[in-house]
């Protein structure tokens, strides 16, 4: 596992041609983001809220198979509780439902962990989601990641080549089918630049990806980007509270 991989310059070259398809093409955000306008219009003209994109679209990491993540930001008098959250989810549905022509599959509501409205529209997947903003700084922290490691955008461009294996080649990625979640291998290639150096390519990055994930203790640690931590603990506990008048 340590030995250092020596790729030849032409492997390197395949496989940035390859990324270079993969990558989003002016055509496919052209769609995606046409589908973001056609549902503002439709929400904005009913329904009270900000429609904001993240994921991957925004992060500019999806495969062509990728969905569009959109949360709505909505505070109803201050009202979070489930039950207002369960009815405007509702109104979303109510509002989108109608539109057929455009749709190829029926709108409607997930009860998951995340509730959410799912669609398909123009053939493309939609999950609109309310007051998400856990998604939107998790975008804001992925867009530094990428800018303090460089190098050409080397985390976003190794993020779709280990996505595209995950996907096409294993096919282990996809939290809808119980597999890997996209937030979930982003955090995992992240573990892997952070903990090994001279990962400079794509390539080298998602050999090194496979290389750590097949000798992984799953069973006893969990991942996170600064490395391993037991899943019986995998944080320190937090220190003491200095009591009133005592030394600190």
């Known amino acids: 596992i340590g030995m250092t991989l020596r790729i030849p310059q032409s492997c390197e070259l395949v496989i940035e041609t390859l990324i270079e398809g993969l990558r989003p093409s002016r055509a496919s955000e052209a769609r995606r983001y046409q589908v973001l306008s056609h549902i503002k219009a439709r929400l904005g003209a009913r329904l009270q809220g900000q429609c904001c994109l993240f994921g991957s679209v925004a992060f500019k990491t999806y495969l062509p198979d990728g969905d569009i993540d959109i949360t709505v930001g909505y505070n109803p008098n201050g009202d979070r509780s489930d039950?207002?959250?369960?009815e405007y989810l509702q109104q979303i549905e109510d509002v989108l439902n109608p539109?057929?022509?455009?749709w190829t599959a029926p709108v409607r509501i997930v009860n998951a962990e995340v509730k959410l409205v799912k669609m398909v529209i123009q053939g493309i997947y939609v999950d609109i989601?309310?007051?998400q903003t856990g998604g939107l700084s998790t975008l804001?922290?992925?867009q530094e990641l990428d800018n303090i490691i460089g190098r050409q955008h080397l985390f976003k461009r190794a993020l779709l080549l280990v996505k595209a294996w995950c996907y096409y080649e294993s096919h282990?990625?996809?939290?809808g089918g119980g597999l890997i979640g996209t937030y979930a291998l982003t955090v995992m290639l992240l573990a892997v630049l952070n903990c090994y150096e001279g990962l400079d390519t794509p390539l080298r990055a998602l050999h090194r990806f496979l290389l750590h994930y097949a000798h992984f203790n799953f069973e006893d640690h969990c991942i996170t980007i600064l490395?391993?931590?037991p899943t019986r603990r995998p944080w320190p506990p937090p220190a003491?509270?200095?009591?009133a008048g005592a030394p600190s």
């Open 240 to 243: 003491p509270a200095s009591r």
């Open 140 to 142: 804001c922290f992925f």
């Open 83 to 86: 039950g207002a959250l369960a």
């Open 227 to 229: 490395g391993p931590r």
């Open 172 to 175: 282990i990625m996809g939290s």
């Open 99 to 102: 539109i057929r022509d455009a």
């Open 129 to 131: 989601s309310v007051n």
